[in-house]
């Protein structure tokens, strides 16, 4: 593999910690999210505001753009593995630093952190599938230094007995690449403005993720709730669609109702977000 001069190794890491902070600063804003943060309010959280999800999303910035250059042209070994688990929890410290303790961003810096760490690895930039699959082999390695503490996540994956945020990643995030990212591209191409596809993307992620953000905070009421309420909106046309938009309307006062917020499922349509414009850097999108 050809090395490219450090200049350019820069410039690529710049550009991915740049997209990769934008990103999530794109799904906070994405309006109306089903019980979720949104450019209308705080949804089902009463510590989080969309401030401070911005904010939190720009302490990361610097932290991805260390694990683009640590990663360049690097292969998936244990060393790589390492160097990425101690670079994310450093960012995940940056970021309680900048929101005085509250987490916004967790779950995005596993997601997001391995996918600029694999686009990095593969010299800036690759389809979505290799870059997912680059993601997989990474995820998949063992980071001894890891902290042995439940995360709230983790705890409602070993209750409920279901996959998690870890397995996404190690399954090389097939809620992204089989379900929102085709969608988000079939919206688009049915003539749907950005933020219904996106919308239509997320409803695709809400359908079958076992998101344990709603687990723990609403148990398998809410994560039928969520499922079952997305799948409506894809089958009355999508968000594009009056009756599209009331079945979002409807999903939302039950997640609200339940006190539910798919964190889960917007990680991952910000990493949607990132593959997408990775794939197509010079699109509009």
Same mark, same amino acid.
């Given at each position: 593999?050809?090395?490219?001069?450090?200049?350019?190794?820069?410039?690529?890491?710049?550009?991915?910690?740049?997209?990769?902070?934008?990103?999530?600063?794109?799904?906070?804003?994405?309006?109306?999210?089903?019980?979720?943060?949104?450019?209308?309010?705080?949804?089902?959280?009463?510590?989080?505001?969309?401030?401070?999800?911005?904010? $939190?999303?720009?302490? #990361?910035? $610097?932290?991805? *753009?260390? #694990?683009?250059?640590?990663?360049?042209?690097?292969?998936?070994?244990?060393?790589?593995?390492?160097?990425? /688990?101690?670079? /994310?929890?450093?960012?995940? *410290?940056?970021?309680?630093?900048?929101?005085?303790?509250?987490?916004?961003?967790?779950?995005?810096?596993?997601?997001?952190?391995? =996918?600029?760490?694999? %686009?990095?690895?593969?010299?800036? /930039?690759?389809?979505?599938? %290799?870059?997912?699959?680059?993601? !997989? #082999?990474?995820?998949?390695?063992?980071?001894?230094?890891?902290?042995?503490?439940?995360?709230?996540?983790?705890?409602?994956?070993?209750?409920?007995? %279901?996959?998690?945020?870890?397995?996404?990643?190690?399954?090389?995030?097939?809620?992204?690449?089989?379900? !929102?990212?085709?969608?988000?591209?079939?919206?688009? #191409?049915?003539?749907?403005?950005?933020?219904?596809?996106?919308?239509?993307?997320?409803?695709?992620?809400?359908?079958?993720?076992?998101?344990?953000?709603?687990?723990?905070?609403?148990?398998?009421?809410?994560?039928?709730?969520?499922?079952?309420?997305?799948?409506?909106?894809?089958?009355?046309?999508?968000?594009?669609?009056?009756? /599209?938009? *009331?079945?979002?309307?409807?999903?939302?006062?039950?997640?609200?109702?339940?006190? !539910?917020?798919?964190?889960?499922?917007?990680? =991952?349509?910000?990493?949607?977000?990132?593959?997408?414009?990775?794939?197509?850097?010079?699109?509009?999108?």
């Amino acid at each position: 593999m050809k090395l490219l001069p450090q200049i350019q190794v820069d410039g690529g890491a710049e550009w991915l910690a740049r997209t990769a902070t934008q990103c999530l600063i794109d799904e906070a804003r994405l309006s109306p999210k089903p019980g979720l943060v949104d450019s209308r309010g705080n949804g089902a959280h009463h510590d989080l505001s969309l401030a401070l999800m911005e904010r $939190s999303a720009h302490s #990361l910035t $610097s932290t991805f *753009q260390a #694990l683009a250059q640590q990663s360049w042209q690097r292969p998936a070994d244990i060393a790589l593995r390492q160097t990425v /688990g101690r670079l /994310g929890r450093e960012g995940e *410290q940056q970021m309680m630093a900048a929101t005085g303790g509250v987490n916004t961003h967790r779950g995005a810096i596993w997601a997001l952190g391995l =996918l600029v760490s694999a %686009v990095a690895m593969l010299g800036g /930039g690759a389809k979505a599938n %290799v870059v997912a699959n680059t993601a !997989a #082999l990474l995820a998949k390695l063992p980071d001894d230094a890891a902290p042995k503490v439940f995360s709230k996540g983790l705890r409602a994956t070993h209750r409920y007995r %279901v996959p998690g945020a870890r397995e996404e990643a190690q399954q090389a995030f097939p809620h992204v690449m089989q379900r !929102a990212l085709p969608q988000l591209r079939l919206s688009r #191409l049915n003539g749907s403005s950005e933020t219904h596809a996106r919308l239509d993307a997320l409803m695709a992620i809400m359908t079958s993720l076992t998101d344990t953000c709603v687990l723990s905070r609403a148990g398998m009421e809410g994560l039928d709730a969520m499922q079952d309420g997305a799948r409506a909106v894809l089958n009355a046309g999508g968000c594009a669609t009056l009756s /599209g938009r *009331q079945a979002l309307a409807s999903l939302d006062r039950q997640m609200l109702a339940l006190n !539910a917020s798919p964190g889960g499922a917007a990680d =991952l349509l910000a990493a949607t977000l990132f593959l997408d414009r990775v794939e197509t850097p010079n699109s509009k999108h």
